[in-house]
């Protein structure tokens, strides 16, 4: 399904649906080598996908498998399945759906949900805190390119990407700075083309995109698993 928004519509829900609140900005980079990934700030300490893995998140009692791609998004997906595995998702509220008047996005992903008695309207504001440092865990923008060896990292690019904002992509919310992500991602309810280049999608529902469209701002992650491909993650020692 493919969506015709005004120009001033599209800012809009952009600023609306996806953004963060709290983040710090972010630096630029030029197209890289195919070892450009090294030269990255603080990228050897972030957990790395070398492969793709299945996550199966249930929500009202269904489940919705993802494919995840490290092939083409190592470092976004990589934090995904990590944030999985130590079970950060489970119990999250979606707390922010946006249906109308087209259908957009379900953003979830805010650790700070996991408290009922948290302010509603301050959701969308948080991000994983790292135990081992007891900073919030950043990741750079990474998108790579159709045809390109390597992702590119902390800006947004032009280009035709790899991996695109079809429906049912699943891709990681951040604020004005290119790589304030965290944890908080969202599902992509239609073809959204417009946010290409400009947001890492690192993955795709497989099974159980009825259950995504069903979900109500409000319901919870009640559980997420790796099904397959856990061993093609690799995190830093």
Known sequence: MRLKFSQFFVVLLMIGALTLGGCTSGTASSIPSPDAS???????????LEGKATVVM????APIEIEVDGTNAPI????????VQKGVYDGLVF?????????F???GGDPQGKDPKFPENRLGTGGFIDVKTGNERRIPLEIRP?????????????EKSELQHKQGAIAMARSQSPDSASSQFY????????LDGNYAVFGHVTKGFEVVNKIQQGDRIESAKVTQGAENLKTPQ
Do not use: C, M, W
């Open 38 to 48: 090294e030269s990255v700030p603080g990228i050897k300490d972030l957990p790395r």
């Open 58 to 61: 249930t929500v009202n009692g």
């Open 76 to 83: 976004t997906a990589g934090n995904f399945v990590d944030l």
């Open 95 to 103: 707390h922010r759906v946006v249906r109308e008047p087209q259908p």
């Open 105 to 107: 996005v379900v953003q």
């Open 146 to 158: 159709k045809g390109a060896v390597q992702p590119i990292y902390n800006k947004t690019i032009t």
């Open 187 to 194: 599902f992509a309810l239609a073809d959204l083309s417009f």
